[in-house]
């Protein structure tokens, strides 16, 4: 079945650190390159970080270049999102899927249920 199931999330203070992970399933992890985005209550979502299939390529939205770091274990079909220094406009719900575009099924655009990130003090 695919799926993708986003974790980690929280409340923490400004200047706190969240780990997120996503577990995928029902398609071949490996070979895609994997994303984070983000979306704020009354904003679009917005790309985070990507990573390529290899590992060797990240990009980071201007944002959170060097606070937010994007991981990925092939053999555990997960990718994750070490986030730093998080500040207030950091609140948001994070979700992962494949970059570019997003994960199709029966026609439509695929989402996980994401993880709710709250930064505030």
């Known amino acids: 079945q695919l799926q993708l199931v986003e974790s980690g999330g929280g409340v923490v203070q400004p200047g706190g650190s969240l780990r997120l992970s996503c577990v995928a399933s029902?398609?071949?992890?490996?070979?895609?390159?994997m994303s984070w985005y983000r979306q704020a209550p009354g904003k679009e979502r917005e790309l985070v970080a990507q990573?390529?299939?290899?590992?060797?390529?990240?990009r980071y939205a201007d944002s959170v270049k060097g606070r937010f770091t994007i991981s990925r274990d092939n053999t555990k079909n997960t990718v994750y999102l070490q986030m730093n220094s998080l500040k207030p406009e950091d609140t948001a719900v994070y979700f992962c899927?494949?970059?570019?575009?997003?994960?199709?099924?029966?026609?439509?655009?695929?989402w996980g249920q994401g993880t709710q990130v709250t930064v505030s003090s």
């Open positions: 990573m390529s299939d290899d590992l060797w390529t990240t």
């Open positions: 029902g398609f071949a992890f490996s070979s895609n390159a």
């Open positions: 899927n494949i970059y570019p575009g997003t994960i199709i099924i029966n026609g439509y655009p695929y």
